[in-house]
């Protein structure tokens, strides 16, 4: 291995360390706790060394915002792999989004409640975040119903799920009551 490599494979093993002690701080304490020099001191690197990899906590956001979304595609696809009938496919897809925004609140938070600064639905939208949309659009494309475009299909029951894991998690709705609202959401959208 060239020296050149190495440092390419440390440099990247840092990146990782640096986003995963992120993660680990904000599903613990919040986003709030997550601050550069928490990060520096966690680490046992300087400040200098956690912004040649990151230009602040923005970026580090959106380096977990995309680790999520890869984690949440592929929880989504795992859950309706096997599954062949729609209207059992898309209720595995309604329960494992909703398990996984419950069970990773700073994950979920960085995905969709702070500022990553990554882009949304646009032509430079990272790949990660494109595999997410694509692992609920695979599932709900199908019983968007006649005329109805998938993707915005798609855009709505994503929103509704959305909806659900957001108000639950403030507490405006009561948690013992989600599964009849994944039954609701799925026998009033889906056309099957």
Do not use: C
């Amino acid at each position: 291995m060239s020296v050149q490599e190495r440092k390419q494979r440390e440099r990247a093993e840092r990146e990782r360390l640096i986003v995963a002690t992120a993660r680990e701080l904000a599903e613990q304490q919040g986003w709030d706790a997550v601050t550069t020099r928490r990060l520096a001191e966690r680490i046992e690197y300087s400040q200098p060394v956690l912004y040649s990899h990151f230009r602040g906590k923005r970026e580090i956001i959106g380096a977990v915002a995309l680790e999520g979304a890869a984690e949440m595609a592929v929880a989504m696809r795992a859950a309706t792999s096997g599954v062949t009938r729609p209207r059992e496919r898309v209720t595995a897809l309604a329960r494992a989004y909703l398990d996984f925004a419950a069970r990773n609140p700073a994950v979920y938070d960085a995905l969709f409640q702070l500022d990553g600064g990554l882009a949304f639905a646009q032509e430079d939208t990272p790949e990660p975040l494109k595999d997410a949309f694509a692992a609920l659009l695979e599932s709900l494309g199908e019983v968007a119903g006649e005329g109805v475009d998938p993707g915005l299909f798609t855009e709505v029951f994503w929103a509704s799920l959305h909806g659900m894991a957001t108000l639950t998690r403030a507490g405006r709705l009561p948690p013992e009551v989600i599964e009849p609202r994944v039954e609701l959401l799925v026998d009033r959208l889906a056309m099957l």
